[in-house]
């Protein structure tokens, strides 16, 4: 595999901020978490790039899906390039040019992790790909419900949940796999996603993007997202697993704290932000407090104290076909209705 100075180059102009995340893990999980990262991200800009035919864009997804099968040489790689708008940010394009060396370095992780970055990127290849066709119409994106949000918000976060579950259960004896820690990834995933789509509401909208149908439900929901990815930090190792909850904590908490931004955005009509001096502060606060689970909680409640769990409803809904079809869970007990993904009304 290539040197984390590879990776970090680019995780540094695609995403700064988990590029720090990152950085703080022990090696191998250190690379398998940056290279898992970076593919992704890959599959992420096939989505947002600003297509003006939704076939071409359809096209980029599924030439993507047969590199994971074969590595592109170097004129297949270039005609694929092509394909993307010419207005496409700089950084993003030179890491599709780097593919080659990151399709490379996928074929060299353990075949368990290999196995589950290839899956993790089909299903979130599918999944987008399955939201372009029914909610995209004359480039427009717009979402009708909190239930189709959190199916997006599955496949494009909750399954790097699951996938950064299998990593480090495969890298740390102290982590079991057990369906209480997939279903607690899940909403990790989902907890961060609607982070971002609460900060990128406004960027979204000027390009004809709306991905939830209610701020207010959303915002609510993303209060049980949190509870759960706070109980999930609390199942990592504290010793052995240090640098994974560092990982895991910084993230949680410092969109916690942006919440108070978002909300007074939406409040005043304002662009604020979390500033540098408050995510600093926080980072430093975490890394003192990484192996005291009670003053974690205390620091969670001092953020988000209205963290009382819904009760889950009883439904006899089940999932649509069309998902089990990208998304076969092979028996795991994943608790969909407490997930919001399955419509009770």
């Not at 119409?137 to 419900?145: G, K, L």
């Not at 971002?196 to 959303?218: H, P, W």
Request: net charge neutral.
């Amino acid at each position: 595999m290539q040197a984390f100075y590879f990776y970090h180059q680019h995780l540094e102009k695609v995403s700064r901020s988990f590029s720090f995340c990152i950085s703080e893990l022990a090696s191998p999980s250190k690379e398998w978490v940056a290279l898992s990262y970076l593919l992704l991200r890959v599959v992420d800009t096939i989505e947002d790039a600003l297509w003006q035919d939704r076939y071409i864009q359809q096209e980029a997804f599924a030439v993507f899906k047969l590199f994971l099968k074969n590595t592109p040489s170097e004129k297949q790689l270039l005609e694929w390039v092509a394909l993307f708008p010419e207005q496409m940010i700089l950084e993003e394009k030179n890491l599709l040019l780097d593919l080659p060396l990151l399709l490379t370095d996928k074929n060299q992780l353990p075949s368990e992790i290999k196995n589950e970055l290839i899956d993790t990127m089909v299903q979130m290849i599918e999944g987008m790909s399955y939201f372009l066709s029914q909610y995209n119409r004359e480039s427009r994106t717009s979402v009708p419900s909190l239930t189709i949000t959190n199916q997006y918000c599955f496949f494009v976060a909750g399954i790097v949940g699951n996938l950064l579950s299998r990593i480090f259960t495969y890298v740390l004896s102290g982590l079991k796999w057990t369906t209480i820690l997939l279903n607690q990834s899940f909403h990790f995933g989902f907890f961060l996603q609607k982070i971002n789509l609460l900060k990128d509401s406004e960027a979204d909208k000027s390009l004809g993007r709306c991905y939830f149908s209610s701020r207010e439900s959303l915002r609510a929901s993303l209060v049980i997202n949190a509870r759960y990815a706070m109980d999930y930090l609390k199942r990592i190792p504290i010793i052995e697993g240090r640098p994974y909850r560092l990982f895991c904590a910084w993230s949680l908490f410092i969109g916690l704290a942006s919440l108070k931004w978002l909300d007074k955005n939406w409040q005043l009509q304002q662009n604020f932000k979390i500033k540098p001096r408050e995510t600093y502060y926080i980072i430093n606060q975490v890394r003192q407090l990484i192996d005291d689970n009670h003053a974690l909680e205390k620091l969670f409640n001092s953020y988000l104290p209205e963290h009382n769990k819904i009760m889950p409803i009883e439904s006899k809904h089940s999932m649509p076909s069309w998902f089990h079809a990208i998304y076969p869970d092979d028996g795991e007990s994943i608790n969909w209705l407490e997930l919001g993904m399955i419509d009770i009304s």
